[in-house]
């Protein structure tokens, strides 16, 4: 499968930004779908993640009660809200996918990886 994220972009601190992810294939099958973020000299962070029928979500400390994730099967997309952003939130996010499996989101191994799109958040 092939990702492609898009929708990032610079922002000013308490603004907001709606990523998304369209996948190359049909995704109603797909156990998960998810959104991390790495940050410079930072490791990957697994911000957001949703079962298949919306079932289940997880959601990083960090970003709890701020960021939205959501999917929509039949543009075979899954999208991520990210309200009041603050300058900690700038990172390159990477939109994930696992196709099957079982249990909870979190520490989940996701197994195919899309490019990235940048978020920077200025104060």
């Known amino acids: 499968v092939q990702l492609q994220a898009s929708g990032g972009g610079l922002v000013q601190a308490g603004g907001s930004l709606r990523l998304s992810c369209v996948a190359s294939?049909?995704?109603?099958?797909?156990?998960?779908m998810g959104w991390f973020r790495q940050a410079p000299g930072k490791g990957r962070e697994y911000v957001a993640g949703i079962s298949r029928n919306s079932i289940s979500t997880y959601y990083g400390d960090s970003v709890k009660g701020r960021f939205t994730i959501s999917r929509d099967d039949a543009k075979n997309t899954v999208y991520l809200q990210m309200n009041s952003l603050t300058p900690d939130d700038t990172a390159i996010y990477y939109c994930a996918t696992r196709k099957t499996g079982w249990g909870t989101l979190r520490g989940l191994d996701y197994d195919a990886w899309g490019q990235g799109t940048q978020v920077t958040v200025s104060s």
């Open positions: 294939e049909r995704t109603s099958s797909y156990y998960a």
